[in-house]
């Protein structure tokens, strides 16, 4: 008997480790089938979430969205749009339509964004705006008879397409005088040429993702009535037509008039942030300012009365490096009233989360306040220590009671219109991000989406373990390790420290592809959030203003070293890596230490003069210089990394975005590279055409893969002796 149980139990065994063996490591193509969840939306009712399904396209040079739509009660998924670039879903308030945004195509272009209107009652959706430059950003009437929108059309643009569009007139009959011919043009004339010479006036011109910004196209609001059929006519009213941009659109309780955002000032940088808020009445008539405030606000929320709205906003004075976003009411019922903040003693980031690599690459969302039913309380996102969940803060004292805990990141959420259900959008270590309902403030919320369960029920990810360590001067720090799987920790590994950038951002319990693939590739991975980083209170973030980089790097060694006292790290074979303000981090440590065997910059600064000088953005305000660079000369020099040059002997790698302007790469890489090869330290630039600043994020994919590819590389050629004749002068 006893024989027959041993051989049974061997049968088993033989029999299970298949199983156990279909598990693998991730890889860095394993991006190609990420799916991605962006906007979700809940249906007023609360039967259904209506959700942007982002997917990389079959050419993997860019990604496709699709609407589609989850059953809270049952967890059934169904695509509703066929489009490949479809977004902005939004119910109408009765539950019936879904007007969407998508951008058609023609001959493999995409044709400007229009709107579309979808009945839930089934049937092909049709489209009902056909403006020059497009329409975007619907939001229904509380009514549900009308949608404003946005659009960018100049008057000349929109009086070109209505001729263009007028029915062309009968031929005369015979009996009426045929019109006059019209002249032949002159041999000598030539045809009208629109100049592609830009004349710039303006500080700020460009902005990293956009590219040269179009101040002859500001957005405007728009109306429409709501159709219910593709026959319905829809004849779109624009209500505001200054030269200033409007945003912020929210719609007024009764539906008959609009409030919205615009900041009438050209040069905006010379300023300190500020709001001013308009109202414009839907039927026509000038727009009226019913308050100006000292901040920059971001995502209105209307309150159940109608009298006030929620947003998040930072205090402008004193003029800081970080500020921490709070939660403030503004009362509408009253002229030039002042908004009161109902998180000041609350020391979170309200509004804010933590960053990874795989938020939707498009798709949009957000994290808007919500108002409970009663206005009593206001639910808010709020980011502390490495984690993002909601809180519901109190309406009149700022109270704050937590709704949703753990170590996650919410990403984005929406709820019913009473607020008393909420769908989340919910990421961690080893989740992109899925769905989740939550029948109740307080309560364990039901997974309701498993969009990348067929993916990552093959691989062997593992989670990070959270480390707290006192940094040099007692400060306590928090950072990551992300093993590898099947860790030993009797086993030397060797270690890769990643450092984030902002600098005002933070690491923490959310996915990150680079992570799990570095230590998938046999790395121990460190990611620290060292002082500056977010979610850690005022003080902390704020502490290095006109100190950085200075004492974070200090934060940053320590973290190394609290790690290497585990025994498990070879700290002959580490290496240091970081994008934009972590590429900054990167070069600067290279330069005040030789302990990292190699090390890649990424979208990185090298000299602070020539970045103020050149990025998108300007730094007129003293919040991370006193000064500008010809006037604050010793700081500028001594706080860049390249005045630090002569010391770097570390191997280096620069990736760099060809049309990145948040750090240009004549600012950054290129100062390094050439700096390097001058004194023959062994380097490589590695350059990603048309990519800017996002292209860890949001870049084409293949080069998202590209660029892991050449990180890890880089770290394996150097840490761990793999040849890589590409990285060799002379080449494969």
Known sequence: MRARVILLSVVVLLFSQPLLAQKRNITERDLFSFNWIADPQVAPDGSRIAFVKVTVNDRKDGYNTAIWIVS???????????????????????????CFVRSPERDGRPEPPQLFMLSMDGGEAWQFTTLARGAGNPQWSPDGTMISFANGATAAELARQQRETMPVPAPASPSQPAASPTP?????SSPARESDVRVITRAVYRSNDSGYLDFSHPSHIWVAKAPHTGEDKVTPTQLTKTKWSDGNVTWALDSKSIYFVSSHDDEPYYSLPKTDVYKVPVEGGQPSRITMFGMGAATFSLSPDGKRVAFYASVSRPVQSYTEPDLWVLDLTNINSEPRNLTANFDWDVGSGVGGDNTAPRGGG?????WS?????????????????IGMFDSTTGKETDVTTGDQAVVAYRATPDA?????????????????????????????THINDDLFSKLNLTEPESIWYTS????????????????????????????????HTAYGYVFDHEFQW???KGYVVVYPNPRGSTTYGQDFGNIIQYHYPGDDYKDLMAAVDEVIKRGYIDDKKMGVTGGSGGGLLTNWTVGQTTRFAAGVAQRDIASWADWWYTADFTLFQPSWFRGAPFEEEEDFKARSPITYIKNVTTPMMFILGEADWRTPTYAGGEEMFRALKYRKIPTVMVRFPNETHELSRSGQPWHRIERLQHIVGWFDHWLMGVPKPEYEVAGP
């Open 518 to 520: 570095m230590a998938a």
């Open 373 to 389: 039913k009663d206005g009593k309380n206001i639910f808010a996102v709020y980011g502390r220590e490495g984690r993002a969940n």
């Open 420 to 448: 008393s259900r909420f769908a989340l959008l919910i990421s961690t270590p080893t989740r992109i991000g899925d769905l989740f309902w939550l029948e109740k403030p307080g309560t364990k919320p039901k997974q309701l």
């Open 366 to 370: 957000g994290t808007p306040p919500i």
């Open 472 to 503: 040099f001067d007692g400060k306590k720090v928090q950072t990551w390790v992300q093993k590898p799987p099947n860790f030993d920790a009797n086993k030397k590994y060797p270690l890769i420290l990643n450092i984030h950038g902002g600098p």
């Open 72 to 98: 809270t009660a049952t967890g059934e998924t169904k695509q509703l749009t066929s489009g490949i670039r479809d977004s902005t879903p939004r119910w109408s308030p009765d539950g019936k339509y879904i």
């Open 184 to 188: 032949a043009p002159s041999p000598s």
